[in-house]
């Protein structure tokens, strides 16, 4: 087994249990490659952890145990999926939800290892090279542990030889639909880097519906497949979806044709979401509630935009086209921007833009998302109802 020391200093920080092995942390680490495990040792030699080499973020490797004798093989990982199903039984007995999270990563003990369930198809997200070497492994475990009708994978780190897609089981006619919350979404699990839906997002979608959609006029930006639009419709008084990519429309309209809503009867808009702030206004287009959830980072012809810059500026935008007493939902999942940076830009951006408000809710990742207690990144979900006096 090979070895990594663990610089002076550093060594309370994985006696702590935080899972991720950073660089910087190792006197040396040139002898590690993708997919070795690996001890962990203090600069005694004494034993700390058994780890894999899967460069992700800062880190080089996850954390896998602390019992020198555990082997890493199938009956490892099936320990762990069978804890990891066990904590999820209350969604498989819930009515009107058939699609949750399996297996979350660092959560559920293996940092680099995602496994959702869509209504009996699974999808295994890898994301580094070094968990993908445990591919068969892992495989065999995930056989023996969940029923599943079919398995696909996606992989999250780059390699050309290397495409994801259906690995086995029966093959759906794709899309297929799901069901979340009493609403209907459709998902191919063979098209892409993303899915159709993004799971994580459930109970800010179903808060969205109870509390700050009934009569209210809805823009929703960065819609994607329009899911807020979708949930929000069938109280709303209406619903605008904006988003820059062509795709939106098609899927949006079918979402809504699944719930038996006329997608006429909605308004969907391919367009920048600056763009779509400047139309709004000349238009004098007033909303109740605006939902802003956009990816990290974006660039639209030479313009880039990334939350950590320019969350401001969104909100700013929607102010100039909220409705009095309106409701703004500010969501990212930026790992890189911590709940309490996030909460302060929206209040800074709302103090100087003199505004009189109140913070509603603030959310993050549901239960099925099981995050780690000793690694802050993986809260990676915030999202912020707040409402003008
Ligand atoms: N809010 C969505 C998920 C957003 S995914 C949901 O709840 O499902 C990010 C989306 O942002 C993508 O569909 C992408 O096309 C869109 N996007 C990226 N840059 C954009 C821009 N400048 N204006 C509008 N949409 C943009």
Known sequence: MKTATVNKGKETKYLNQYPLIEEDDLYAHDHLKEGDLFYLVNDSGQYIATAYVGRQHKGIGWVLSYDKDT????????????????????????????????????????????????????????????????????????????????????????????????????????????????????????????????????????????????????????????????????????????????????????????????????????????????????????????????PSFARNKNKTFSVLKDYDKLIEGALDILAPQGTLLLCTNHSGLSLKSFKNTVKRTLDEAGMDYEINEVMGLPKDFKTHPHYKPSKYLKAIFVTMN
């Open 71 to 294: 082997d890493i093989n199938v009956s490892f990982f099936e320990v762990l999926f069978t804890e990891a199903l066990e904590a999820r039984q209350y969604f498989y007995q819930i009515e009107g939800t058939n699609a949750f999270r399996l297996f979350n990563s660092e959560g559920d003990g293996v940092g680099g290892l995602t496994i959702d369930n869509y209504d009996g198809h699974l999808l295994i997200q890898w994301y580094s090279k070094g968990i993908y070497k445990f591919r068969y492994t892992i495989l065999e475990a995930v056989k023996r542990v969940f029923d599943y009708t079919s398995i696909y994978e996606k992989m999250r780190f780059k390699d050309k030889a290397i495409t994801g897609g259906f690995v086995e089981g029966e093959a759906p006619a794709f899309p297929i639909v799901i069901e979340e919350n009493f609403t209907y979404y459709n998902v191919d699990l063979d098209d892409g880097p993303m899915t159709g839906i993004f799971l994580d997002q459930k109970e800010v979608r179903k808060k969205l519906r109870d509390q700050f959609a009934a009569d209210r006029d809805i823009l929703n930006l960065f819609s994607y497949t329009g899911a807020f639009s979708v949930i929000a419709a069938e109280d709303a008084q209406s619903t605008t979806s904006v988003d820059l990519a062509n795709r939106s429309r098609a899927l949006t309209e079918d979402n809504f044709g699944l719930n038996g809503i006329d997608p006429k009867s909605q308004y969907i808009y391919v367009m920048d979401t600056f763009d779509y702030y400047n139309y709004a206004s000349r238009h004098h287009k007033v909303y109740d509630t605006i939902v802003i959830d956009p």
